[in-house]
């Protein structure tokens, strides 16, 4: 993930596009709110199971991020372990589809 990745989730945040931890993530892929999900690259097992599993069954793209502390500190929070894009356009503006950045 290179810095314009993170300047356009940034970007969401600041638009209120952006769903904020594991909890939130999952509850607004079940409502099919969410374009794209960035997972920390050091997520836990659980963001794995509960998160990343649920997103690929209902077809929502997983990029994987910067570790945790970092996702936290750009978004101005604690350690995150996901976010979800919810505006298509800003999804659609983030990462590269390959298996590299994929979760």
Known sequence: MNESDLALIGLAMRAGALVVGAAGVRAAV???QVSLIVVANDHSRRTEEKVVRLAKGKG??????????EL????????VQAVGV????LAGGIGTVSAS???
């Open 30 to 32: 079940k409502r099919g």
């Open 72 to 79: 936290g500190r750009l978004l101005g929070r604690a350690p």
């Open 101 to 103: 950045n994929e979760a």
């Open 60 to 69: 929502v793209r997983v990029q994987l991020g910067p570790q945790a502390r």
């Open 86 to 89: 919810t505006d298509p356009q």
